[in-house]
């Protein structure tokens, strides 16, 4: 500064204006101030003008591919960024990368799709002829009854022809239902025990049937033991406990994580010493499958039989 004054005889005062920060500066120097502020209103400008300029040819399209990324994360996929023309050529690239990946993220999801749904056709397909051949078996033993005069035959057939018919409207549920992971048990059960009824000539004897069922979906593999226990505690209960008219009731509960089905009856009970039968040995076989537990116990208003075991959640 000594030697500009002393080669220009006055003081000189400098302003410095970052072009780009801490790299490169303008200098600019007079003796009046106003000039300084001058050209610090044409910085100012200046700076507004990059930045609006910036904005328009580079944020504002990175802006865009971020919208359709975060719309395109979200499940939107037919987002697309589409062209940018006023783009800088690496912006361009990056869009039309983001398209590319957009659609051949889109193209493998709907061939998962279709896959999935002609997969979900033909499950469906085999329960539906699982069912149709249980059916089938169920009409030779019709046909088999009756040409049997024996009345142990003729029980014998009866009990087989329910525990297949339960099986067989277990297939029938999942194919007719929404989620073939799964069996609406209020649903199901109902339809049961309806046809058991008139299987088992329950308004002939004077029997009503009471069910209360848990809104609950179990899978398959559950279902169809606990189907079977009710059909065995029912016929049981038509045989031995309301044989001359009365009321059973059957239940499917929900307790945390548990489940516990039973059938009483407002009969007279069970003896200490009475022998255990075909359906008595099958229930506690039925327990085993659901690694559960069978408890069977008189009532003051008569005989009732529990099935208790833990609820196995579906996965998503």
Do not use: C
Request: net charge neutral; glycine share 6%.
């Amino acid at each position: 500064m000594s030697d500009l004054r002393v080669r220009f005889g006055f003081i000189l005062a400098f302003a410095l204006f970052p072009i780009l920060l801490f790299s490169f500066y303008m200098a600019y120097s007079t003796g009046k101030m106003t000039y300084i502020a001058v050209s610090v209103l044409a910085w100012i400008f200046a700076y507004f003008a990059i930045w609006m300029t910036t904005d328009k040819l580079v944020f504002s399209h990175l802006r865009s591919i971020k919208s359709a990324s975060d719309r395109f994360s979200t499940g939107d996929l037919t987002t697309r960024v589409g062209l940018m023309t006023d783009a800088p050529s690496r912006i361009q690239d990056l869009g039309l990368a983001f398209d590319n990946m957009a659609e051949n993220i889109s193209d493998r999801e709907m061939r998962l799709l279709d896959n999935l749904q002609e997969k979900e056709t033909l499950l469906r397909e085999i329960h539906h002829r699982v069912k149709n051949n249980l059916q089938i078996i169920i009409s030779l033993l019709n046909m088999q009854e009756r040409k049997l005069k024996d009345p142990k035959s003729l029980e014998a057939i009866h009990e087989t022809r329910s525990r297949i018919n339960a099986i067989s409207l277990v297939h029938r549920g999942l194919y007719e239902g929404n989620d073939l992971r799964v069996i609406d048990m209020p649903v199901f059960l109902s339809r049961l025990v309806n046809e058991l009824q008139v299987g088992l000539l329950a308004k002939d004897q004077n029997v009503t049937v009471k069910v209360d069922i848990h809104p609950v979906q179990l899978e398959p593999d559950t279902a169809i033991p606990v189907a079977l226990f009710i059909v065995e505690a029912l016929t049981n209960a038509m045989k031995h406990g309301v044989k001359s008219g009365g009321v059973v009731d059957i239940k499917l509960e929900k307790s945390n994580n548990h489940m516990t089905v039973s059938v009483a009856d407002d009969g007279p009970g069970s003896h200490k010493n009475a022998v255990k039968g075909t359906g008595s040995k099958l229930m506690a076989g039925f327990a085993r499958q659901l690694s559960g537990s069978l408890a069977e116990e008189n009532t003051p208003t008569g005989y009732r039989v529990m099935l208790t075991f833990q609820k196995t959640d579906v996965s998503a």
